[in-house]
């Protein structure tokens, strides 16, 4: 059976639903995550975005550019929620959402599987030896995959 993730905005205007088992999840410390989420890091939760679906009101969005690549990203049209975002670039939209794992119904389950951009973490941050770090942000294929607990 296939696991079914769902949240919604802080409002609930805005519901939706991933299919799987997320591709990974981590924590960024960089400052645009740190403005952007109101807190010393952001979280982010990739699913792919085939078993991704909407219900409600249509999220918008604007286009931000970061860390050489623009992402689009969406809120919730009535109270303002970050809900997720996506990268693209001039060849495309990449076939994942990062999702704000604060919104999802359940989120006793989060971990993130490594911390990226650290060269911005808070100086009162400290990291565990069995953590994964980056200083800035690795290739994706070098970040941990998810994996369930």
Known sequence: MTKRHTGACQCGAVTYEA????????????????????????MAVVFDGAGFTLTGKAPDHFVRPGHGRDFRCYFCPA????????????DGDYPFLSVKPGTLDDTSWLRPGCHVWTRHAQPWMRFG?????????????????????
């Open 79 to 90: 109270c303002g929620t970050r809900l997720y975002h996506q990268w693209f670039t001039a």
């Open 129 to 149: 030896d069995d953590e994964v770090v980056f200083a800035e942000q690795p290739d994706l294929d070098a970040m941990p995959k998810f994996a369930a607990p």
């Open 19 to 42: 299919l799987g088992d997320p591709i990974m999840i981590f924590a960024c410390h960089c400052t645009i995550c740190q403005r952007q989420s109101g807190a010393a890091f952001g």
